[in-house]
């Protein structure tokens, strides 16, 4: 059964960091095209970040590259996502998915979501 499980979310002053994870289980990691989604309140989903399967090229949406960190340990089966220089804007409960393109109607199975505040 494919699981995906997300951690690490919380709140955070600007400029600050957090490192999200998704721990999966019931497929393999290197396997996979795993990608990182937000929804902020009143807001449709939007995707974040993506991994892909095998070489492991990594993709980001305009608003978070340079910032945000994509990468994975298949030892583990999580993949991480780290998030700098965070700004209010990135206020937004984060998904992992995976699928098997980098976009949301790609994806075919998600986790329930670890919500990230930031705020002074």
């Known amino acids: 059964q494919v699981q995906l499980v997300e951690s690490g979310g919380g709140l955070v002053q600007p400029g600050g960091s957090l490192r999200l994870s998704c721990a999966v289980s019931g497929f393999r990691l290197d396997y996979s095209v795993i990608g990182w989604f937000r929804q902020a309140p009143g807001k449709e989903r939007e995707w974040v970040s993506c991994i892909r399967r095998g070489t492991g090229y990594t993709y980001y949406s305009d608003s978070v590259k340079g910032r945000f960190t994509i990468s994975r340990s298949n030892s583990n089966n999580t993949v991480y996502l780290q998030m700098n220089s965070l700004k209010p804007e990135d206020t937004a409960v984060y998904y992992c998915?995976?699928?098997?393109?980098?976009?949301?109607?790609?994806?075919?199975?998600w986790g329930k979501g670890t919500l990230v505040t930031v705020s002074s």
């Open positions: 998915a995976t699928g098997r393109l980098c976009s949301l109607g790609g994806m075919g199975a």
